[in-house]
C-alpha cells in the first residue's frame, strides 16, 4: 500500500505551496487538501498566467490527476462557485477533476457575519481573521452544530440550515451587529445547488482504497505551521490543525500511512495580521523585502510583515511535522542584499535560548543574528542548481546544517520553471 506524502508550510502561511503542489503534481495521482477553508489563498504562475485558488486543491490545472477537497476543510458555497466558474472559463473541467468529501463542513452567511462582529468587538486585540467565516464554522463544527456537504442532499437540509442560522441570529443580536442576510442568502443557495452538481464522496475511504489500489497521494496543506490551533502562536491562530497530523483527521489516513513530509519555506519571513513577530523589520530592509517579494495576502489583500528568516520558529515547526525534505522559496528576493541576516537565537528575560517560549505572545523576544554574505545576483535568469552563486549555495548549506534536514527545492521566481532541484525528491 502506498503512503501519503505531506505537503504543508512551516511558517506563517504565504510560503509558495501552490506553486511547489503544482510543481510536484504530475508524481502524483491524487491532491488532497485537508484542511482550512477559503483563508487559504494558494497562487500558481504558468504561462505568463497568474492564479489564486483558495478552496481547491492545487493540482486542478493538470489532466489525469484528482483533486479531493477532504473532509476537515470548510467551503464557503459562493466563494467556490466564483472559483469554479473562473477554472471552467479557461477551459478546465473541473467536475471531471475534482471530488468533494461528504463530511467537509459548510460556511454559512450567517458564520461570515459572526467572524466579522467577534473581530468588530475585540476592537485592539484583533487577531487579524480574514473575516471569511472560517472560525465560526470551525466552532459550530466541535460544537456538534455544524452543516456538512453530505446534509445538502438531505430532505430536511433547510430546516437544519434555519434552525442554526436561528443560533446565530442571537449571538448577532447579542453583539448589535448590523446586517442583512437576504442579500446574502441568494448567492449562497446558488452555490449550494452548484455543490451539489459535484462528485460527492466518503473521502477516507476512497483515499485509502486509492492507495490500496497502487495510487499515489499528496496531502496540501492550507496556511502554516506557525498558525496551528495547537501549535502556533496562540491565540493569534487559525481554527484548524495546519502540521501534518491535519493530514490524519482531515483525509482519513492513518498516521503509520504517512510517508515523505516536504517543509516549505521562505528564505525570510513574513506574516499577515496580528501575533508575535521576533524578526520583523521595521527599516529600509523590512520594506524592500515587502516591495521586491509582492507581499500582500492573496486572499486579503493586506500587506504582509516581513523580517529575516527564524532558525528557533523553523526548528521547532520541523520537529512537529517530523519533516524530511525542505523547500525555500523566493530566494530571489534577497538578490539585492549586500547582507542577509540568519536569526539563530532568541533573548529573552537575560537568558539565550534556540526555541520558541510557550510565552512568545507575552514575553519581549530580540532575536540574536548570524550574517552572512549575499549573492548580489539575478536568481530568476538561473534555469539549473549548477548555475547558482557560492554565496546562495553557503547560504542552503548552513541552514541544511543547522536544520538537520536536506533542502531539495529552491525556488528562484514565480513561475513553475524557476524551480532548482537540489536532489531526489522523490524515490
Not at 517560549?357 to 532575536?367: A, G, Q
Request: hydrophobic share 35%; net charge negative; aromatic share 8%.
Amino acid at each position: 500500500m502506498n503512503k501519503v506524502d505531506v505537503l504543508l508550510g512551516l511558517q506563517w502561511g504565504d510560503e509558495g505551496k501552490g506553486k511547489i503542489v503544482d510543481v510536484l503534481t504530475p508524481k502524483y495521482d491524487i491532491i488532497g487538501r485537508f484542511q482550512g477553508g477559503p483563508n487559504a489563498g494558494h497562487t500558481l504562475e504558468f504561462d505568463g498566467i497568474k492564479h489564486v485558488l483558495h478552496t481547491i486543491p492545487s493540482g486542478i490545472f493538470h489532466d489525469g490527476v484528482e483533486n479531493v477537497v477532504g473532509n476537515g476543510v470548510v467551503i464557503d458555497p459562493v466563494i467556490l462557485k466564483k472559483e469554479i466558474d473562473a477554472l471552467v472559463e479557461m477551459g478546465v473541467d473541473v467536475n471531471k477533476k475534482m471530488l468533494v468529501s461528504k463530511k467537509a463542513h459548510i460556511i454559512l452567511p450567517t458564520h461570515r457575519l459572526l467572524d466579522a462582529a467577534s473581530e468588530a468587538a475585540k476592537g485592539k486585540e484583533k487577531i487579524g481573521s480574514t473575516l471569511k467565516g472560517i472560525g465560526p464554522t470551525y466552532m459550530d463544527k466541535t460544537g456538534r452544530n455544524g452543516i456538512r456537504v453530505g446534509d445538502l442532499f438531505l430532505p430536511d437540509f433547510k430546516q437544519r440550515y434555519e434552525k442554526l442560522v436561528e443560533k446565530h441570529k442571537q449571538i448577532l443580536k447579542f453583539h448589535q451587529f448590523d446586517y442583512d442576510l437576504s442579500e446574502l442568502e441568494p448567492a449562497f443557495y446558488e452555490g449550494v445547488g452548484l455543490i451539489k452538481s459535484l462528485t460527492v464522496i466518503d473521502s477516507e475511504h476512497h483515499i485509502n482504497n486509492s492507495m490500496l489500489n497502487g495510487k499515489t497521494v499528496l496531502a496540501e496543506g492550507a496556511q502554516g505551521t506557525l498558525l496551528d490551533v495547537d501549535f502556533g502562536s496562540y491565540p493569534f491562530v487559525t481554527s484548524s490543525n495546519t502540521t501534518a497530523a491535519g493530514t490524519c483527521t482531515g483525509l482519513g489516513v492513518a498516521p503509520n500511512r504517512v510517508g515523505e513530509v516536504f517543509g516549505i519555506f521562505k528564505a525570510y519571513c513574513t506574516r499577515v495580521g496580528s501575533g508575535p513577530f521576533p524578526t520583523e523589520l521595521f527599516d529600509e530592509d523590512g520594506k524592500t523585502l515587502a516591495t521586491v517579494g509582492h507581499e500582500f495576502g492573496a486572499t486579503t489583500g493586506r500587506p504582509r510583515r516581513c523580517g529575516w528568516i527564524d532558525l528557533p520558529a523553523l526548528k521547532y515547526a520541523i520537529m512537529i511535522n517530523g519533516v524530511t525534505q525542505l523547500i525555500m522559496m523566493k530566494a530571489d528576493v534577497l538578490d539585492g542584499f549586500d547582507t542577509i541576516k540568519v536569526c539563530t537565537h532568541y533573548d529573552v528575560d537575560g537568558e539565550r535560548i534556540d526555541y520558541m517560549p510557550y510565552d512568545i505572545v507575552s514575553k519581549e523576544v530580540t532575536p540574536v543574528y548570524k550574517e552572512l554574505p549575499g549573492w548580489k545576483t539575478d536568481l530568476t535568469k538561473l534555469s539549473s542548481i549548477e548555475e547558482i552563486p557560492s554565496e546562495l549555495n553557503s547560504y542552503v548549506e548552513y541552514l541544511e546544517q543547522e536544520l538537520n534536514v536536506p533542502i531539495t527545492i529552491v525556488s528562484v521566481g514565480p513561475d513553475r520553471k524557476q524551480t532548482l532541484m537540489r536532489g531526489k525528491v522523490l524515490a
